[in-house]
């Protein structure tokens, strides 16, 4: 899957990026990821890409001209839907994440400021995603939350091919959150694991497991 990812801070993503499991993902060639600095489209001498918001009020808004030429040179190569990272937008779930998952492209927008002029979301926005009711600062973190959401449930990705099978919000758990997990040592701090995982008995360990999801 290829991600276009529109900033003006292009620099933001390249530590996550490059570790763990999306690093692995690009290596395999299950993902591409490429930033695309919206300023280097901006012809304002000074490659502005912010004005004051007409009616007056706090902050700037993200200018119409660098987004609208930015979006436009690479939709030439990218034929995804044009995605614009929200507090407005469609909540992140897991089903959202899945069905994201299918595509094989998309572009991603983060705003930043107060967000952007109204024309670019009536013009060139296909779909309006936020990854909850609080705002942040800018679209990056959405847009990194979004691309690993999306990069685990690509197939061949993670390891394990079922693992993100059996992850919270799946269908094999009921869209339920996850049973507790426990590791070596079996006593910590006075805390014993549980004695049914002991058992080796998978039936019973299974029927302990699906009991506790929550
Ligand atoms: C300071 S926010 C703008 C908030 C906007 N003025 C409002 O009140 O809804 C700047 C940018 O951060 C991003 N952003 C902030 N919170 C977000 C969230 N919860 N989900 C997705 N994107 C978010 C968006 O791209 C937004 O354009």
Known sequence: MKFSILTIFPNIFQSYFSESIVKRAQEKKLLKLEMVDIRKFSKNKHHKVDDRPY???AGMVMTAQPLYDCIKSVKKKNKGPVIYLTPHGKTLTHTVAIKLSKLSECIVLCGRYEGIDQRIRD???DEEI????????????????????ITRLLPGVLGDENSAEEDSFTKKLHGKKEYPHYTKPAVFKGLKVPDVLMSGHHKK??????????
């Open 55 to 57: 009616g007056g009020g």
């Open 123 to 125: 013009l060139l926005i």
């Open 130 to 149: 936020s990854i909850g009711k609080y705002v942040l600062t800018g679209g990056e973190l959405p847009a990194m939350v979004l691309v690993d959401a």
């Open 205 to 214: 360990i299974e029927e302990w497991r699906m009991s506790k999801l929550e």
